[in-house]
T-cell receptor, first 109, second 114 residues
Framework: AQRVTQPEKLLSVFKGAPVELKCNYSYSGSPELFWYVQYSRQRLQLLLRHISRESIKGFTADLNKGETSFHLKKPFAQEEDSAMYYCALSGYQGGKLIFGQGTELSVKP | DAGVIQSPRHEVTEMGQEVTLRCKPISGHNSLFWYRQTMMRGLELLIYFNNNVPIDDSGMPEDRFSAKMPNASFSTLKIQPSEPRDSAVYFC????????????FGQGTRLTVV
């Protein structure tokens, strides 16, 4: 069965501290993993996806197939990073797109 | 393209009334998704369509919920009769079926059932 688990509902850090938002998944086959972000009162938007291997706004995420994880990391958090973050999964080339429960990141000054 | 368009943005209705949420996907996108967002459960997939055909509706909570996609540019999610526990934000998203698999979201409909 497809499943995405984000164990933390809320993560609170101080500005300049490192951040790691955890994501574990369950999928039989080759998944495509994503991180979406939702800033206050805005629509969800793609932050990054594993196939791109890029860094967006200082965030990176590495797919670890052995641990079935796709954790999101940033070395130095900024106040503007405060938002809701969702990890998502689908099969390669489309299909069902499911999300985790989300983690609210709060970056304090 | 104006992106995925949902209407209404806000809906307040009384328990027992019928509610219809609407979505216009991005032109050329053949996959469309309906999600429900709550604090307790996060973002739940209710149903998704490929080429206007419902592929997986296993997330639809009860028979009170139904969704249609009569053509490539329009979809509806209907709740009849509505109940207070249906109160949530409902999102529609679309993406191409193949190729670039980024999904684009609408701004959501905030539904309150009193």
């Amino acid at each position: 069965a497809q499943r995405v688990t984000q164990p933390e509902k809320l993560l609170s850090v101080f500005k300049g501290a490192p951040v790691e938002l955890k994501c574990n998944y369950s999928y039989s086959g080759s998944p495509e993993l994503f991180w979406y972000v939702q800033y206050s009162r805005q629509r969800l938007q793609l932050l990054l996806r594993h196939i791109s291997r890029e860094s967006i706004k200082g965030f990176t995420a590495d797919l670890n197939k052995g641990e079935t994880s796709f954790h999101l990391k940033k070395p130095f958090a900024q106040e503007e990073d405060s938002a809701m973050y969702y990890c998502a999964l689908s099969g390669y080339q489309g299909g069902k797109l499911i999300f985790g429960q989300g983690t609210e990141l709060s970056v304090k000054p | 393209d104006a992106g995925v368009i949902q209407s209404p943005r806000h809906e307040v209705t009384e328990m027992g009334q019928e509610v219809t949420l609407r979505c216009k996907p991005i032109s050329g996108h053949n996959s469309l998704f309906w999600y429900r967002q709550t604090m307790m459960r996060g973002l739940e997939l209710l149903i998704y369509f490929n080429n206007n055909v419902p592929i997986d509706d296993s997330g639809m909570p009860e028979d009170r919920f139904s969704a249609k996609m009569p053509n490539a540019s329009f979809s509806t999610l209907k709740i009849q009769p509505s109940e207070p526990r249906d109160s949530a934000v409902y999102f529609c998203a679309s993406r191409p079926q193949t190729g670039d698999t980024e999904a684009f979201f609408g701004q959501g409909t905030r539904l309150t059932v009193v």
